[in-house]
């Protein structure tokens, strides 16, 4: 598959489609080398990927390790797979905290157990299957703001 341009509607559908989504899959990788994926709930704002969790995580001991995760959507016959930086961004949890309870019901400004925001900048997005495919750069990617 080649690079197709940000301007392009499918790469448009596809982040809507994964910020749609119920949930992620989040992978990351810890600190002695062994892989780590969990379901999680998510939002996208601002051209990135947004997870709320709970600060004695095993994601958040990842990233600080290993900066670098996956996260994908969860239909395995028509993937979208954005590859990516993530680090943890505290100044942003009132910002995303109406995002979370339009989307989940849940205001996690409320919630003193999950107070690590983790914030994954695309660094790639691939897919393929019926909602379309390609390879887009992170910089597309995070060109895409959704209303």
């Not at 992620?24 to 051209?47: E, N």
């Not at 942003?92 to 994954?120: C, T």
Request: hydrophobic share 40%; with cysteine; aromatic share 8%.
């Amino acid at each position: 598959m080649e690079a197709q341009p940000a301007d392009n509607p499918t790469l448009r559908a596809l982040v809507q489609r994964l910020a749609e989504s119920d949930c992620c899959w989040f992978s990351s990788v810890r600190p002695d080398g062994r892989a780590h994926s969990v379901p999680i709930w998510h939002v996208w704002h601002l051209g990135r990927v947004y997870i709320i969790t709970d600060p004695k995580s095993i994601k958040v001991a990842n990233i600080q390790h290993h900066p670098a995760v996956v996260v994908t959507h969860p239909d395995p016959l028509n993937p979208i797979i954005v590859e990516g930086l993530a680090r943890l961004a505290p100044d942003r949890l009132s910002e995303l905290s109406s995002r979370f309870h339009a989307k989940y019901d849940w205001d996690p400004s409320q919630d003193a157990q999950y107070g690590a925001v983790l914030e994954i900048t695309p660094s790639k997005l691939m897919a393929w299957g019926k909602y379309g495919e390609g390879r887009w750069s992170g910089e597309d990617v995070v060109r895409i703001a959704l209303g």
